[in-house]
């Protein structure tokens, strides 16, 4: 860690060093996007110091430039008082979950940290913002961490809705109960804020719904993403509700009473292909013929990490990988399901 003789550094020119790094940053990705879509973590954050060393030379941040070793908040610092915090996402939005607002790793005497964050899907773009003004929401991994939205307004951090400011939230002493005193004034009867402190997974918030309670428009969104990432559901396994019922409640915050009703009761219905009429389907396989379109956009959506994780099997052709697994896990119909979706989906043997 570099010390100063200046506690307090002018920061308007701080801000000028990073916009002219972020500069360069997109220059160099636009002339070399083969070289940058692989820094990712560590080796973005070598890059981004190496820039800002160079042109930090004949200003007050000059040899003052470092890259903090080990897992600490933030990843570069710069005359003992501002800070850089390196994001980098592998799909095209500005949204991340960031550090923990307990903040415990922070280096001591850091006052003001910047976010630099990189999208790293062509074409590769950065944005750098003060971490404070990105900071949108809270987000539960193995302990309470803000939501980081490089796109987020003016007035609607999550400062603003609690009506703290950043700095003096994070030097509380539980920086926590603020927060879910917050949410609890706008959960619903039945529902409570919750913290997982022991699973590592992720959530979408701190409060825990129940399904019918849920609108509509995302149970449907729920059911799609089921489809996905939960082929099984198609078989006729006793289990088959298992995985779908745990990610519910750890990714979605959702508690489902009745999971078989909610996704695939209904009895048998039919569609219509080429022509043709195939009636005494499935109820799920009826589902998956209505809501294709979005299913569609959903797979493409997700990151090849979760996909892998949930299908347990390297990601080479999404597509064709997810029909293969909804054709093997479904008994024998009517319907040749594989070619309607190959159709549907236009993909190619």
């Not at 915090?85 to 923990?100: A, D, M, R």
């Not at 879910?180 to 039945?190: A, F, L, N, T, W």
């Not at 597509?319 to 119909?333: A, D, E, R």
């Amino acid at each position: 860690m570099v010390i100063s003789s200046n506690p307090k550094p002018d920061q308007s020119a701080f801000s000028k060093l990073l916009n002219e790094t972020v500069a360069i940053l997109e220059s160099n990705a636009n002339s070399k996007p083969e070289t940058y879509l692989k820094l990712l973590g560590r080796d973005l954050e070598s890059t981004v110091v190496d820039i800002m060393s160079e042109k930090a030379r004949g200003t007050d941040f000059e040899n003052t430039i470092e890259l903090i070793s080990g897992q600490r908040f933030p990843d570069i610092i710069a005359k003992k008082y501002y800070g850089v915090e390196v994001k980098t996402t592998k799909q095209n939005h500005w949204i991340t979950t960031g550090n923990s607002i307990m903040e415990g790793t922070r280096i001591d005497g850091i006052e003001r940290i910047y976010l630099l964050f990189g999208k790293m899907v062509e074409p590769i773009m950065f944005k750098c913002r003060p971490y404070e003004d990105c900071l949108s929401d809270v987000v539960i991994t193995h302990s309470p961490r803000y939501q980081i939205n490089m796109e987020l307004e003016q007035g609607n951090t999550i400062f603003d809705k609690l009506e703290i400011p950043y700095d003096q939230l994070r030097q509380e002493s539980n920086p926590f109960k603020p927060i879910v005193d917050y949410y609890r004034k706008s959960i619903e009867p039945g529902e409570d804020c919750w913290w997982l402190d022991n699973s590592g997974e992720k959530s979408k918030g701190l409060i825990i719904k129940l399904w019918n309670n849920v609108s509509p428009e995302l149970r449907q969104e729920y059911r799609s993403k089921a489809i996905i990432l939960f082929p099984e559901l198609f078989s006729g396994r006793q289990d088959k509700y298992n995985r779908l019922t745990v990610w519910l409640v750890n990714l979605e915050g959702v508690v489902c009473k009745n999971i078989r009703d909610a996704f695939t009761a209904g009895g048998q219905g039919y569609i219509t292909w080429n022509g043709r009429l195939y009636d005494k389907l499935p109820r799920i396989i009826v589902n998956l013929a209505f809501q294709l379109p979005q299913i569609e956009s959903l797979l493409r959506s997700f990151d090849e990490e979760t996909l892998s994780h949930y299908w347990e099997q390297p990601i080479e052709n999404r597509t064709q990988q997810w029909i293969n697994l909804v054709v093997s896990n479904t008994g024998k119909l009517p319907l040749d399901l594989g070619a309607y979706l190959r159709a549907k989906m236009n993909v190619t043997l």
